[in-house]
C-alpha cells in the first residue's frame, strides 16, 4: 500500500486505495446517495400535498438543471484538484484555507445529518416490512441491523461497496421506471394530460417551497468527487459521472412525478397526495399490478435507504480521512485499513457517532421519521446547499488566476450563475425553514439548525486560525491532499478579492 511523507509536517499518511472505481461505481454511489426511489415515492406525493400545485415535475426539471449549471464548474476544478476532501479543498484553493476550514466543518455536520437521519426511516420502513410477514421489531432494532451492515461494508474494498450499490440501485430504477409506465398506461379519464409540463406551472404560488425542498432530492450527486482519488482516471470519470447522476436523477424524478399527475388527474393528484402522502405511488400503481409486484416495490423503498445509509457513510468517511491526512483533525483519521484501503479511523468515527445517535431517540422518547429522519435529513440539505454556494464562488476565485485553464464559460459565467440561483434558493430555505420542519412561528428550532451551521463554521475559522499561529505547517498544506509531498512549495493562493465592478 502506498504512502506519501509530508515535508511540512514529517507525518506519514496513507493514501486511498488507487484505480479501484470507474465511472459506473461512481454513478452508484452517488444515485445512491440520492435516493431515487425514496424522493420518487416520497419527495414528490409530499410535493404535491405540501405546496398544493402541479408544477412538481417542472420544479424538478429546473432543479435539475441548476444542478447542471453547477455542475460545469465544479467538474473543471476536479481537473485541477483531486482531493477526497472535495468541496472543502476547492473552497480552501478558490476562496483560502480559513474558509475552506470552515466548509470542512460544515460539510462534517451537513453529511451526518443526511446519513444519521436516514436511519429513522429504515428502522421505520423495516418494522413495516416485517409486521406485513407476522414479525414484530421495534424501529430502532431495525435500525442498529442496519447500521451494524453499514459499519461492516464501510471497513471493505471500496469496489465491493460499488457492487452492492449497483445492484440495488439497478433494482430500484427498474421499479421506477415499472411504475411510471405502468402510471403513464393508464391515464385518468383515458387521456394522457401534459399539463403538469407546462413551463407556466413554475409561476404559480408555492413552486418556490418545491424548490427549496427538491433541492435536497438531488443531495449526494455532488459527491462524485469525494471518491477522484479511488478512480482510474479523475479527469474523465468525475465529468462523466457528474453528468450522468444530474440527467438521471432529474428524468425519474420529473418523469415520475409527470406520471403520477397522469394516473391521478393533473386534477386530482393533489388531493390524491394529501390522502395517501408516501403511499401515492403504490396506491396508483396497485390496481394494474399483482400484489407481489406492488410489496416488491416497497421492499427496495427499505434497500433504498439502505443504499443511501452506504453513500453517505463512505462520504463522512473520505473528509475526515481528508481531513486527518492534512493534520486539520487527528492524523490517525487519515490511516486506511493495510488490506482494503478503506479509511478505517474515519468510517469506524462515523459508525460510532451514528449508533450513538440511534440508541438516543429512543431512550428519549423522540419519534423517529418526524425528528431523525425528517429533521435530520433536511437539516443536512441545508448544510450541503451552503457547501454548493460557496464552492461555485470558490470556482470563480480559483480561475480568477488560472485564467487560460478553462474557457470562460467554465471558469466564471456558468459558475456565476450558479451561485446565484443557488443563493437564491439558499436565501428562501433558511427563511422558510420552520416551514419546512413543519414548525410554528414562535418555536425557536426553526432558527437553531440554521445557527448550528453559523457555530460550525466558526468553530472552523476559530480552528483554522490556530493552526495559522501555532502549526504553520500543516496550515501550509490544507487543500492539498496527497499531493502534498510532490507541491511542498504550492500551498493554495491567498483569497482572492473579487472586483465588484462588471
Known amino acids: 500500500m502506498s504512502t506519501f511523507r509530508s515535508s511540512r509536517s514529517g507525518t506519514v499518511a496513507a493514501t486511498l486505495a488507487r484505480s479501484r472505481l470507474g465511472v459506473p461505481h461512481v454513478l452508484f454511489f452517488v444515485l445512491a446517495a440520492a435516493a431515487p426511489l425514496t424522493v420518487v415515492a416520497g419527495g414528490a406525493s409530499t410535493g404535491f400535498a405540501v405546496t398544493g400545485t402541479t408544477a412538481v415535475p417542472m420544479a424538478y426539471l429546473l432543479i435539475a438543471v441548476v444542478m447542471a449549471i453547477f455542475a460545469v464548474g465544479y467538474v473543471a476544478m476536479s481537473r485541477h484538484v483531486v482531493n477526497a476532501g472535495a468541496m472543502y479543498s476547492y473552497v480552501a484553493h478558490g476562496l483560502g484555507r480559513v474558509p475552506g476550514i470552515a466548509a470542512a466543518f460544515v460539510a462534517l455536520v451537513a453529511y451526518n445529518a443526511m446519513q444519521i437521519g436516514l436511519y429513522g426511516a429504515f428502522g421505520v420502513v423495516a418494522a413495516e416490512v416485517l409486521a406485513a410477514g407476522g414479525y414484530t421489531a421495534p424501529w430502532w432494532v431495525c435500525a442498529l441491523v442496519g447500521w451494524a451492515l453499514v459499519a461492516a461494508l464501510g471497513l471493505a474494498r471500496v469496489d465491493l461497496n460499488g457492487r452492492v450499490l449497483a445492484g440495488l440501485l439497478l433494482a430500484e430504477l427498474a421499479v421506477i421506471v415499472g411504475y411510471a409506465v405502468v402510471m403513464l398506461a393508464h391515464p385518468a379519464g383515458g387521456t394522457v394530460d ?33 471518491f477522484a482519488e479511488e478512480t482510474r482516471d479523475p479527469r474523465r470519470t468525475v465529468a462523466r459521472a457528474t453528468y450522468l447522476a444530474v440527467a438521471i436523477t432529474g428524468t425519474c424524478y420529473a418523469g415520475s412525478a409527470w406520471a403520477m399527475s397522469v394516473a391521478a388527474g393533473t386534477d386530482k393528484v393533489v388531493e390524491q397526495a394529501r390522502q395517501h402522502g408516501t403511499e401515492l405511488m403504490f396506491a396508483l400503481v396497485s390496481p394494474h399490478l399483482g400484489q407481489s409486484v406492488v410489496d416488491a416495490g416497497r421492499l427496495l423503498f427499505l434497500t433504498s435507504l439502505f443504499a443511501a445509509l452506504l453513500a453517505f457513510h463512505n462520504t463522512v468517511a473520505r473528509y475526515l480521512f481528508a481531513l486527518g491526512r492534512e493534520g486539520v483533525l487527528p492524523a490517525a483519521l487519515g490511516r486506511t485499513n493495510r488490506r482494503t484501503g478503506a479509511p478505517k479511523l474515519g468510517s469506524l468515527t462515523q459508525s460510532t457517532l451514528a449508533v450513538a445517535v440511534i440508541v438516543a431517540y429512543p431512550a ?69 425553514f420552520g416551514d419546512l420542519l413543519g414548525l410554528p412561528d414562535a418555536s425557536p428550532l426553526r432558527w437553531w439548525f440554521p445557527t448550528g451551521y453559523a457555530l460550525a463554521a466558526l468553530a472552523g475559522v476559530g480552528w483554522a486560525l490556530w493552526l495559522r499561529a501555532s502549526r504553520p505547517a500543516t496550515f501550509g498544506a490544507i487543500g492539498w491532499g496527497a499531493d502534498s509531498a510532490t507541491a511542498p512549495q504550492a500551498a493554495p493562493s491567498p483569497p482572492v478579492r473579487l472586483s465588484t465592478r462588471v
Open 364 to 432: 428519549a422518547g423522540l419519534d423517529p421519521i418526524t425528528h431523525l429522519f425528517f429533521w435530520l435529513t433536511v437539516t443536512g440539505g441545508l448544510g450541503v446547499l451552503i457547501l454548493m454556494t460557496a464552492t461555485s464562488l470558490a470556482v470563480i476565485g480559483y480561475f480568477a488566476r488560472h485564467r487560460r485553464v478553462e474557457s470562460a464559460w467554465r471558469r466564471w459565467i456558468a459558475p456565476g450563475m450558479a451561485t446565484t440561483a443557488l443563493g437564491g434558493i439558499l436565501i428562501g430555505t433558511v427563511t422558510s
Open 194 to 226: 401534459g399539463r403538469a409540463l407546462d413551463p407556466g406551472q413554475l409561476l404559480t404560488p408555492g413552486v418556490a417551497a418545491m424548490l427549496v425542498g427538491g433541492i435536497a432530492g438531488f443531495v449526494g450527486v455532488e459527491a462524485t468527487t469525494v
